[in-house]
């Protein structure tokens, strides 16, 4: 399974709620895995996941490390049951059952003999079935069992687990019997044996229990009266200490004696069931697809929307906006707002973005992520927005556009543009007329800046482009054909510039590029059947598609400046295509406030507490 480019150093690859996760204190290896199905396994002696794929339905609770950790087992809601090599990916077992049947074995727990020849699992039919790895077959079943945990015992001829009344048991596999322990009020919901397998840690929504073995009676109990809500519990690699796990917090008991330690905020504002504990510390899995830790710096979330010009670049994190300049991430700035669209000004030094909630667009320095102005409610929902230089302008919801001169402090209307195009520098506003006629003006005084260009057909023109740094300007008219003009005649001997057909598309246009050189124009266009984008590269020279790259997000954007694809990529990342679709960068916000910028041969830059 090797990896692509988006997949290295990736710390965070889930795009959804972690549900599951497991780790081993011999090896140092893990897994996790989300709700959808997605699965990542951090090899032993790696920082960061090396193998992920897809399980194709969700993984709840059930992921397993084998002792050594040479081996991970993961269980889904569609009944299959998966044993993996941690070096290569390989599968080496696999269980399954189609239709309702599986799906009536949703797994929810697994577990692994110490000599990971047996895995154990449990599913919500309430049945324990053993299965032998190395002769892939079933040898029993166990019904009346529940909860969301199953666990060998250090000689592993018993597993914990239980009952239906949530009560822990002990399941002996050589005689088939059950061995009870004493009962904990109001039931468990989880039990977990120590590292030396002299005491069980049993948690509840009543709080968490320490019970004896081999008597079974309880040693000590710590009630979660008053607590947020209990979600799990994990014990150290040591075996020194256990974690009970709230909505808010992790509160730490010394064993063998279930003493209190202390309690601390583990960081995830909406935490899961999914939990471990590294050599590092509590690891608690949130529905932001981020593995938290108490103490420090806040993750930044998955990247929403993403936009570049040049050697600048932006990514949208819920509410938090990461600038890049070229491969350095500059300090988030925190928006208070959620954004689906953004973007910045060819010189990095204005962002607008287009909110969530309604509201209309925010105009922001890009420097120090100081929020300059709102453009109102009536620029929400807008179809299309630009800046260049000092100027902004965007659409309007009930039609015409506004701009902004922010240099002179002027606020621009034309009621009757249905759209329009600013150049890279701010010095050009094209507008088109009701009547499908192409006006360029100056932004600064709202008048024209050239003569009216000759239309190149009868047809209403439907989009525009300036090409960067150049003096030319695309257009695509109703019946799908691209044009081009060149503005230079026009500007110095003020006479109607004259333009040339390119190409008929035969393809619903929703945005064209032109980008620098003038030799190549970018065009996208959305395929509603699978929900994506493509970007065709169309030689101005030669007329003709040089490049087609499909399969893109449908908010795909092109950089003006290289021609690059930018599209949000998982674990925070934002994923960079050359014009041929292939990966050429990934600029990644890792956990707890740490970034790296890198392509397939080298680390361009990282800060300062990257592991490589």
């Known amino acids: 399974m090797a990896l692509t480019l988006i997949d290295k150093l990736c710390a965070s690859p889930h795009a959804a709620a972690i549900s599951a996760a497991a780790f081993d204190p011999q090896s140092s290896a893990s897994i996790t895995a989300d709700a959808w199905g997605t699965v990542a396994i951090t090899k032993p002696g790696d920082s960061y996941p090396g193998i992920l794929f897809d399980m194709g339905s969700p993984v709840q609770g059930a992921v397993a490390v084998c002792r050594g950790g040479a081996l991970v087992a993961v269980g889904d809601d569609s009944g299959t049951v998966a044993v993996y090599k941690t070096w290569d990916g390989s599968c080496v077992f696999e269980d399954t059952k189609e239709g309702p049947g599986g799906q009536a074995r949703a797994m929810r727990a697994l577990s692994f003999n110490p000599q990971a020849t047996i895995l154990a699992s449990l599913s919500i039919d309430g049945i324990v079935r053993i299965f032998d790895i190395q002769r892939w077959e079933r040898l029993a079943n166990y019904q009346g069992f529940s909860g969301e945990s199953i666990e060998f015992n250090d000689g592993g001829d018993r597993l914990l687990v239980i009952d239906t009344l949530g009560q822990p048991k002990l399941l002996d596999l050589m005689s088939q019997e059950q061995v009870d322990l004493e009962m904990v009020p109001g039931g468990v919901r989880v039990a977990r044996f120590t590292p030396d397998g002299r005491h069980v840690v049993a948690m509840g929504q009543a709080g968490i229990t320490l019970i004896g073995l081999p008597d079974g009676r309880i040693r000590n109990s710590f009630s979660a009266r008053g607590s947020s809500g209990m979600l799990t519990v994990v014990v150290s690699p040591q075996g020194n200490a256990v974690a009970a796990l709230t909505v808010r917090s992790v509160h730490t008991f010394a064993l063998p004696g279930l003493t209190p330690e ?12 999914a939990a471990y504990w590294d050599w590092r510390g509590v690891a608690v899995g949130g529905k932001d697809g981020v593995m938290h830790r108490p103490g420090t710096r806040p993750s930044l979330e998955a990247v929403v929307c993403c936009t570049g010009f040049g050697e600048h670049r932006v990514a949208v994190h819920g509410e938090r906006v990461a600038v890049w300049a070229k491969n350095q991430q500059k300090r988030p700035f925190h928006a208070r707002k959620r954004f689906v669209e953004v973007k910045i000004d060819r010189d990095g030094r204005l962002i607008i973005a287009l909110p969530d909630d309604g509201d209309g667009v925010q105009v922001f320095e890009a420097r120090t992520g100081r929020h300059l102005f709102d453009a109102g409610s009536d620029t ?90 150049r003096p030319d300007m695309l257009v695509l008219d109703a019946e799908g054909v691209l044009g081009i003009y060149d503005l230079t005649r026009s500007v110095k001997e003020k006479i109607p510039a004259t333009g040339r057909d390119v190409l008929d598309l035969n393809v619903d246009v929703d945005r064209l590029w032109g980008i620098t050189g003038g030799q190549y124009a970018a065009v996208r266009f959305q395929v509603p059947e699978t929900d994506t984008a493509t970007v065709i590269y169309v030689d ?62 080298e680390v361009f830059a990282a800060s300062d507490g990257v592991q490589l």
Not at 262 to 273: C, D, M, Q, Y
Not at 383 to 410: F, H, Q
Not at 442 to 464: C, F, M, N, W, Y
């Open 262 to 273: 202390r309690s601390e905020k583990h960081g995830a504002a909406e935490p899961t069931n």
């Open 380 to 469: 929400a929902d807008t179809p299309k927005m630009e800046v260049g230089g000092s100027i902004v302008a965007c659409m309007l919801t009930s039609g015409g556009l506004r701009w902004y001169d922010l240099r002179e402090n002027n606020v621009f209307e034309l009621p009757w543009v249905s759209t329009f195009a600013l150049s890279g520098s701010g010095t050009w506003l094209a507008v088109v007329t009701p009547k499908g006629q192409v006006r360029i003006l100056d932004p600064s005084t709202g008048k024209d800046a050239i003569p009216r260009p000759e239309p190149l057909a009868d047809v209403p023109v439907r989009l525009l482009s300036f090409m960067n740094r």
């Open 540 to 601: 101005l020279n030669t007329c003709e598609v040089v490049s087609e790259i499909p399969d893109l997000l449908p908010y795909a954007w092109v950089d003006p400046e290289s021609g690059d694809i930018l599209q949000p990529a998982r674990g925070a990342a934002i994923l960079e295509l050359d014009m041929r679709g292939r990966e050429r960068r990934v600029l990644r916000a890792l956990p707890e406030g740490e970034w790296v910028a890198f392509d397939q041969d």
